[in-house]
Nanobody, 115 residues
């Protein structure tokens, strides 16, 4: 049974920081591309950041330089360090694990940035 369990969301003031974690089980973690997506009410889900099995990363332009994605294959966990948060970063954040054949999603964690 595959599980992706996110944690670390919450309420933070603009300019603050949060670190999201996603603990994976039931998959060969080190073979998956891990990503963070977000979806605000009334908007489409969008990619925030991803890290491949080889460690390559990519970021949405809106978070480049403020967010950092990392993975710890020994702990089957992917992180999203978010700094200089803005009110427009307010969203539900979802962890994603994918290969070229299959993808899994976590249940999401809410991030609210107050101005």
């Amino acid at each position: 049974q595959v599980q992706l369990v996110e944690s670390g969301g919450g309420l933070v003031q603009a300019g603050g920081s949060l670190r999201l974690s996603c603990a994976a089980s039931g998959i060969r973690f080190n073979t998956y591309t891990m990503g963070w997506y977000r979806q605000a009410p009334g908007k489409q889900r969008e990619l925030v950041a991803a890290v491949t099995s080889g460690g390559s990363t990519n970021y949405a332009a809106s978070v480049q330089g403020r967010f950092t994605i990392s993975r710890d294959n020994a702990k089957n966990t992917v992180y999203l360090q978010m700094s200089s948060l803005k009110p427009e970063d307010t969203s539900d954040y979802y962890c994603n694990a994918k290969t070229n054949r299959i993808a899994y999603w976590g249940q999401g964690t809410q991030v609210t940035v107050s101005s």
